[in-house]
């Protein structure tokens, strides 16, 4: 392990950057959450408890980011020791973005959705792929993976801890079976599996079956939320979280606290990718050890 | 509100609960490290 | 060599024989299902009306239950007599394997509904209001949903500790469209109230897009070892 990637110090210790970056994020943080509360103009018709939403929303927005990435990386994972399929698949994100680009111009859209969203969602996808498939490598991927997987799993809890303790004070109950709601609750159950499977798998190939479970889930989603949806306009309840128009300023804030919690994530993730390779640097070193041991001393346990 | 209070607090109990988890996993993967460097 | 396909149709018809002899799993399923049944019968006691918009939820539970019983020993005998390193160096290609269990797990599970369906129909006084085609096609296609998963899973969970609790963990999730599918479908069958056009397409559309999402992913998961 000495000199093996540059000097010890090296290895072990946070860079001097990522420091500087959790001193402003934490800073972002602090502002952001001045905002929710002070700056934030009191809602008329739920009052104070609807801050809640600056910190409801965002944290659904992190999680679906960190979820998101976390599918690019499977699929990457899955796909890169395979010469044609990591060719389909680069291709395909390419389509991806061109078609997002060009297709909401000219096809109808649901109401609600905007086609710069649509566009700007495939060029996000598009470039996902690349920056990832760039500047990580397979393990790396799979790493990937695991970190946005956990983290955003805590994200996730927080938008379920926060949506009924919203809901409770405004509409009167703690859960309703309503689209985003019940979506976000199957979301996080698939990746608690998700986590499950990472930790209790004793085969050699974890990250693999881990990716195809991932790739399971994120096929699964659009169902997951066309099949609550059509149960909820056939036994229709409020909605958490409702909808119409919101105050710019509002709008502000909510921009605001995203930008906060995404830089947050930031900085999560890559103190938690840190100690993952950390981690498995220290049991490939190990398990080194263990094969070059001379046979006396390796046998010792079992006397 | 309470229920904002409520709400907030355990936001950052979350996620500071999962920060302590974090750090003191580094720090032990750290002592993990020198160790094996000392063998 | 012979023919990959064959290999397959003899992986299922084995499948079916041995199940056919023993009579192992087919027996666990059957009075598991039972119990469910009676346990549920004195958790409610619903009218005629009221039976008929609880009975599709109780109905597939008891079902997803029993399915989980025998998904959880498809692979248990090949583990037993390594005959997955068998497979894993035979011929054929992995999605016949695949295809041949799921088809083998689907008929054991298809026979165990229809043996409880008159269990239910006593226990609950049920009559079905809609059509009945429509409910024979809702319960063929969530059977397959639960099936095709199951037995994806099932291959996924072999090299895990609690191996009989990871294949839940993994199912339950995932199948929850196909669930609120088959649970909403069949209520509106038996009461008659609503249409079940909508579950029936998207019951057809999760087992499309996992059909096939198992048959690209299933070598993976054969040859993680």
């Known amino acids: 392990m000495k000199g ?27 502002y952001a959450g001045y905002a929710a509360l002070v700056i934030a103009p009191t809602e008329q018709t739920m009052g104070p408890v609807q801050r809640i939403f600056y910190y409801h929303a965002p944290s659904a927005w992190t999680a679906f980011l960190l979820f998101f990435i976390n599918f690019i990386a499977s699929v990457q994972y899955l796909v890169r020791p395979n010469e044609s399929a990591d060719r389909f698949a680069r291709w395909a994100a390419i389509a991806i973005g061109v078609i997002s680009c060009i297709a909401p111009f000219f096809i109808p859209l649901p109401a609600g959705i905007e086609p710069s969203a649509v566009a700007t969602t495939g060029v996000a996808v598009t470039a996902a792929y690349f920056l990832i498939h760039k500047y990580f490598s397979d393990q790396g991927a799979d790493i990937l993976a695991l970190v946005t997987a956990e983290v955003g799993v805590v994200f996730c809890t927080i938008v379920l801890i926060t949506g009924p303790l919203w809901a409770r004070p405004v509409w009167g109950i703690w859960w309703t079976w309503d689209v985003r709601l019940t979506s976000t609750l199957v979301l996080w159950l698939i990746y608690v599996s998700y986590l499950m499977l990472r930790r209790f798998s004793t085969s050699g190939e974890t990250p693999k079956l881990a990716a195809a479970l991932a790739v399971f889930g994120a096929l699964d989603m659009p169902l997951v939320y066309f099949s609550i949806w059509f149960f909820r306009t056939q036994h229709p309840q409020p909605v958490i979280g409702g909808g119409g128009s919101i105050d710019p300023r509002m709008l502000r804030v909510f ?19 840190r100690i993952e390779r950390m981690q498995r640097d220290v049991e490939e070193t190990r398990a080194l050890e263990a094969l070059l041991e001379p046979r006396g001393a390796g046998s010792r346990g079992l006397q | 509100m309470m229920f904002l209070r409520i709400a907030y607090a355990a936001v950052w109990i979350i996620q500071g609960t999962y920060l302590a988890v974090l750090i003191r996993r580094y720090f032990r993967v750290r002592r993990d490290m020198d160790e094996l460097e000392r063998k | 060599m012979p023919k990959p396909s064959g290999i397959a149709r003899a992986t299922l018809v084995k499948d079916l024989r041995l199940e056919w002899r023993s009579k192992d799993a087919i027996n666990a399923m059957l009075f598991f299902a039972l119990l469910v049944v009676v346990i549920f019968s004195f958790s409610f006691d ?16 008891a079902f997803l239950f029993a399915a989980v019983v025998a998904l959880n020993q498809t692979w248990a005998r090949e583990l037993r007599n390594q005959v997955l390193d068998a497979y894993r160096v035979s011929p054929a290609p992995p999605n016949e394997l695949f295809l041949a269990k799921a088809l083998g797990n689907f008929i054991f599970v298809s026979v165990l509904e229809a043996l409880m369906t008159p269990l239910f129909v006593i226990f609950y006084n049920l009559r079905v209001v809609g059509s009945v085609p429509q409910l024979l096609l809702l319960t063929a296609l969530g059977t397959w949903a639960l099936v095709v998963n199951g037995t994806f899973f099932a291959a996924m969970s072999l090299r895990t500790r609690s191996r009989e609790i990871m294949l839940p963990l993994l199912l339950f999730p995932i199948s929850i469209p196909a669930i609120i599918a088959m649970v909403n479908g069949t209520t509106a069958i038996l009461t008659g109230d609503d249409s079940p056009l ?21 070598s993976t998961v054969l040859h993680a070892e």
């Open chain 1, 4 to 30: 093996r990637r540059g000097t010890p110090n090296q290895d072990r210790s946070m860079s001097r950057t990522f420091f500087i970056l959790a001193v402003l994020t934490a800073l972002l943080l602090i």
């Open chain 1, 255 to 273: 921009a605001l606290n995203c930008l906060a919690f995404t830089c947050y994530a930031g900085i999560i993730c890559w103190f938690r990718y």
């Open chain 3, 46 to 61: 619903p009218t005629a009306e009221e039976s008929r918009h609880i009975a599709g939820g109780l109905i597939w539970v």
């Open chain 3, 198 to 218: 909508f579950w029936l397409v998207l019951l057809a559309t999760y087992d499309l897009v996992f059909t096939t999402g198992s048959l690209l992913l299933f």
